[in-house]
């Protein structure tokens, strides 16, 4: 195949008198990929022809064909089925896959998701790539871009081991004439940064926790303006918590803390390992409990890990509230409001008016008899004089 200064320009060729290309679907940096079809068959396949610039190089086209064969020997539903590898008249690579139709998760990446929403693109994603890394296969190259989400958020992984093609190529030190390089800056773990041969499936991984990152805080987990600062962050650079930008979901910080740990033996081992402690954090903010009457909402239950006995301590907000009578204080040198000494201009206790209210009573019923005793004296005095 000739190189080609417009993919276009094959709009209309027939491979092996088989694959009519129909129109083009995309262009990546190894790859152009065209709608096609068969010439007796009804139906659409993708069929992705190896870019000119890597097809004399017989060990990257050896890996080509050798990665699409283990993609064909997958059976799973996360993966994008690859039927054939065969190479054009002129000796030019080309797989004939599965046509998707949905989009990339890149464009559906327009701001946060719900957690629920990517946990669920995730799982499936890892799912895939546990898959792919029994059979001894490293992607390399996990992106949002190659990431397809079918309808029904169906998720399928593109672009199986196209970077060790890459690898193959000359790695790092190599660029294609689209300027991509053997993984994403932004997407790639430090080891893969410093000596991508040397990177493992741990590098997968990694790529996810980004992904699923910024997924869930809708921004970049290691945002800077040119490649070279992405590629520095990722080595050198904290991930931020995701609690500090979105409150709500502070309880990711621990399993972020793991997924993006700049050591490779101190992050999640397994793509089964990552799935299962990304599938035990709660999935959203704590709900909150309607405030009890007359009293302000100020306080929510905290999350809990899911599968957790609720705390023994009550809440805040939906405990009763105990009314307390209210200590009349007063705030001075002598009499500090947290000695809990009574001022003494406060109005008595209720016990203590009626105890005087009852002596003043018998006191008036004591003064009422003396008077009438002496009433009665003198008049019985001046009855005996007579």
């Not at 979105?246 to 999640?268: G, H, M, Q, S, V």
């Not at 799935?275 to 409990?289: E, K, R």
């Amino acid at each position: 195949m000739v190189a080609l200064t417009d993919p276009q320009e094959l709009v209309g060729a027939v491979l092996n008198r088989t694959w009519k290309l129909a129109r083009v679907i995309g262009q990546g940096g190894l790859g152009i990929v065209y709608e096609a079809h068969h010439q007796t068959s009804p139906g659409s396949w993708a069929v992705k022809l190896l870019q000119h610039e890597f097809v004399e190089e017989e060990t990257t086209v050896a890996r080509f064909l050798a990665e699409a064969e283990a993609a064909k020997r997958l059976d799973h539903p996360g993966i994008v089925k690859v039927f054939e590898a065969q190479r054009a008249e002129d000796g030019t690579p080309y797989l004939v896959m599965e046509l998707l139709s949905g989009q990339s998760l890149h464009a559906l990446m327009t701001g946060p998701m719900a957690p629920q929403r990517a946990v669920a693109i995730c799982s499936q994603l890892l799912d895939a790539l546990d898959a792919v890394h029994r059979v001894g296969v490293i992607h390399r190259d996990v992106k949002p871009d190659n990431v397809f989400v079918l309808e029904g958020e169906r998720v399928k992984l593109l672009d199986l081991g196209l970077a060790r093609v890459m690898d193959a190529a000359g790695g790092m030190s190599r660029k294609t004439k689209t300027g991509m390089m053997l993984g994403t800056p932004g997407y790639m773990s430090p080891e893969q940064i410093k000596n991508v041969k040397e990177s493992d499936l741990r590098s997968d991984l990694w790529a996810v926790g980004v992904i699923l990152y910024e997924l869930l805080s809708g921004r970049q987990a290691f945002g800077a303006p040119t490649e070279f600062a992405r590629m520095t962050a990722a080595l050198t650079e904290p991930i931020v918590p995701l609690g500090s930008r979105a409150p709500e979901l502070a309880a990711w910080d621990a399993f972020f803390a793991k997924a993006l740990a700049k050591d490779p033996i101190e992050r999640f081992q397994t793509a089964s390992e990552m799935l299962t402690a990304m599938q035990g954090v709660p999935l959203g903010p704590a709900s909150v409990v309607p405030a009890a009457s007359g009293v302000p909402n100020t306080a929510a239950s905290p999350p809990t890990l899911a599968g957790a006995a609720p705390s023994a301590a009550p809440s805040l907000v939906s405990a009763p509230v105990p009314v307390v009578p209210r200590t009349n204080t007063r705030v001075s040198a002598d009499n500090p409001v947290m000695s809990g000494q009574q001022d003494r201009h406060a109005p008595p206790p209720v016990e203590v008016v009626e105890q005087r209210r009852s002596v003043r009573v018998s006191l008036w019923v004591a003064l009422l008899l003396a008077g009438a005793c002496l009433c009665l004296g003198l008049l019985l005095g001046m009855l005996l004089s007579r």
